[in-house]
């Protein structure tokens, strides 16, 4: 015979839970007692009935969202796997919810129509449609004296004034409450100008909200011909329509804030576009007045009178070029002409007589005389001065020779 530790026999036998499906996904009714929530948020309390007691454990991730306070002496309906506590070697049952018990066979039941509606295709998400970014009409149906009412109004007024509210009243609650309610859609679907409606309610037990988990109800709304929003309820409560509109909204005020523009949002984002669109504008000027100057600039190198106007300029250039080489060359021809007049005058006989020199010549054939020789004594000579002319005759020839 095999011998186990005490460990051992514990693991084993909680392996033995383990396997065992039915203790995995299991109800237990009874009633609370022992209590307690720890300060890391944990529960522990024991589930008994008349004959046996079970030790309960409940982390806090699923405690949070309790939707009461469990206490002592409540009857509940507790679900989750039962498994051992080795430390102790102590089986326990470790929830994921709690009920107060009664609501188990309304829970059964949202359960089995969710399946029956899922199967048929009713919850598809193929089936939603968007809500209308800007409606102008929108459908509430809902009581006229709930405080339901008076938030989406409120909402309404504050995000979208434009919007007009098209009530259609019935009852929320209540075993007459579901005909009403589908009568209130059918109303609104045939009114045309409404744009989108709001089924909505407040707060409430399983009980004040079951008339939204009637199968009329949740068929008209998958059948409606406008998109519907559902707001029932607070977050934590979860009906048929839920699933079957067109989108769900955890409150009424939620619901209304989700069928309507934010008016501040969108002024602001008029704003900011207003302000891109001028800057884009002034920008596509910017560009389009450079690129026009830059072909007005290309058009005018090539047009007849910017060609005429170069080419006149052009002609004056080259005019006001010759006419300062022609300078150039008239001013060296002219000092060249000064310098040969010069020349001249210098080699002038009458500006060597001016300057006392004379000119002698023979009386008789006008022959200069240059040398001594050249006028024997008795020989009639003319001496030209610069200011007239004298008659002599040779007395005496004197020569360097002599």
């Known amino acids: 015979m095999e011998t186990y530790t005490v460990h051992q026999l514990t693991v084993h036998i909680r392996a033995l839970f383990e396997e065992d499906p039915d203790l995995q996904d ?30 309960c454990v409940m982390w806090r991730s699923a405690a949070a969202f309790l939707p009461f306070e469990p206490e002592h002496g409540a009857a509940v309906l507790a679900h989750g796997y039962v498994a051992v506590y080795e430390a102790r070697g102590q089986y326990q049952l470790y929830c994921d919810t709690i009920q107060p018990a009664g609501v188990g066979d309304l829970n059964r039941q949202f359960e089995l129509l969710k399946a029956r509606l ?20 929108i459908g509430v149906v809902t009581s006229p004296t709930a405080a339901a009412f008076q938030d989406i109004q409120n909402v309404l007024r504050r995000r979208y004034p434009l919007a007009e509210v098209i009530l259609s009243p019935t009852p929320v609650q209540g075993k007459d409450a579901p005909p009403q309610i589908v009568a209130a859609l059918d109303r609104l679907n ?104 830059a072909a007005t600039r290309l058009l005018g190198r090539f047009s007849p009178l910017t060609q005429v106007q170069t080419a006149r300029q052009r002609v004056d250039d080259l005019t006001g070029r010759l006419m300062r080489t022609l300078g150039h060359r008239l001013e060296r021809q002219r000092d060249r002409l000064q310098a040969q007049r010069r020349a001249l005058e210098a080699a002038n006989p009458r500006a060597l007589l001016e300057r006392g020199y004379v000119v002698v010549t023979r009386a008789g054939d006008g022959q200069r005389v240059t040398s001594a020789w050249d006028a024997a004594e008795g020989t009639s000579v003319h001496i030209e001065l610069h200011d007239g002319r004298l008659t002599a005759t040779v007395r005496q020839r004197d020569t360097d020779d002599t």
């Open 190 to 293: 045939t009114h045309t100008e409404v744009d989108v409606i709001i089924l909505a309610r407040g707060g409430g037990s399983l009980e004040d909200l079951w008339c939204f988990n009637d199968e009329d109800v949740v068929r008209a709304v998958a059948a409606s011909r406008l998109p519907v929003v559902a707001g029932v309820g607070h977050e934590i409560d979860f009906t048929l329509v839920d699933f079957a509109a067109d989108q769900r909204a955890p409150t009424p005020s939620a619901a209304a804030e989700l069928v309507t523009p934010d008016g501040f949002a969108l002024r602001t984002d008029i704003r900011n576009l207003s302000q891109k669109l001028n800057t884009a504008i002034l920008t596509v000027q910017g560009a389009k007045r450079d690129d026009l100057d």
């Open 26 to 55: 299991v109800w237990v009714a009874g009633e609370i007692s022992n209590f307690k929530r720890a300060s890391s948020g944990h529960l522990y309390f024991t589930l008994k009935d008349e004959q046996s007691e079970l030790a």
């Open 118 to 137: 899922e199967a048929e295709g009713l919850f598809d998400s193929a089936r939603k449609r968007p809500v209308p970014a800007f409606p102008r009409q």
